[in-house]
């Protein structure tokens, strides 16, 4: 096609190549072994010759592989660029928008946090709108694991000899009479996160606060952050447990996590 003085006449032309390109990449990858030209052609409704001129384009830039059998698959190229974008996805921007939706629900604090070494890492924070909340952990600040509904969903994730070497290094550490300072203690309550695949801070970082917490997954089913709702324990409602267990889960969605069983904690979905 040759190009035009008229940018605007050029347009309309350059988008129906790019509609047609997505279309042949759809069905790409809605077939589950290498494709020919003349079953392309048929489920995108586009004549053989223009769907072989467009594959031959996206055969030279790498998204399409041709075979020796005259069949195509999707090229490497879209694996690369998948994981450039993966590389960049920000947990925090994915979870901001859920973490603004649930306060807006529930009318309480947000919390979104991050495991470093033996440390929870609060990365993000919505204010509940109660002006007499204490703001406990801001954006930044840093709690022992055992202490937090949060650390607790990673705790839960390692393996009992990383538990144990958890509390060697650390001491365990207590806050407040509720806090667990004991190995038995911890394992005891790790059991129960397990089970029911959300974690508890009752009082145990501090007197009069009480958190539940919801672990995000991504792609592959590793815990990478949790989400937590935390408010006076004269507020507490136990039903923020299904809530913030949902909310979880749609940003372990939007991160790529599709899987029913996330590695070393039970399904998302609890039971």
């Known amino acids: 096609m040759s190009e035009t003085a008229s940018g605007s006449a050029k347009t309309p032309g350059s988008i129906q190549v790019i509609e047609r390109m997505m279309t042949l990449l759809d069905a790409l990858a809605a077939a589950s072994e290498p494709a020919t030209l003349k079953h392309l052609a048929s489920v995108t409704e586009l004549h053989p010759s223009t769907a072989h001129r467009i594959l031959g384009a996206m055969t030279t830039a790498r998204f399409v592989e041709r075979q020796d059998a005259g069949t195509y698959r999707l090229g490497i190229r ?31 604090a947000i919390n979104l946090g991050a495991r470093h070494d033996d440390e929870i890492v609060y990365i993000e924070r919505t204010s509940s709108g109660h002006s007499l909340v204490r703001v406990v952990y801001l954006v930044g600040g840093r709690a022992p694991l055992h ?68 672990p995000i997954y991504d792609e592959e089913g590793h815990i990478v952050a949790a989400l937590s709702v935390s408010a006076p324990a004269d507020r507490h409602d136990p039903a923020w447990a299904a809530q913030v267990k949902k909310s979880a889960e749609a940003v372990s969605r939007a991160l790529g996590y599709a899987g029913p069983n996330p590695k070393g904690m039970p399904s998302p979905r609890g039971g």
Do not use: W
């Open 147 to 214: 202490l937090t509904s949060l650390g607790k969903l990673f705790l839960a994730a390692d393996s009992p000899q990383q538990v144990r070497d958890y509390a060697r290094r650390t001491g365990l550490p207590g806050k407040t009479p509720r806090s667990l300072t004991t190995l038995a203690a911890l394992e005891k309550e790790l059991d129960k996160v397990r089970r029911h695949g959300v974690a508890y801070d009752d009082e145990e970082a501090e007197i009069g606060l009480k958190c539940v917490a919801a």
């Open 78 to 108: 879209l694996l690369e660029l998948g994981n450039l974008v993966k590389s960049r996805i920000n947990v925090r921007e994915v979870a901001l928008p859920f973490m603004q939706s649930l306060r807006e629900s529930i009318g309480e």
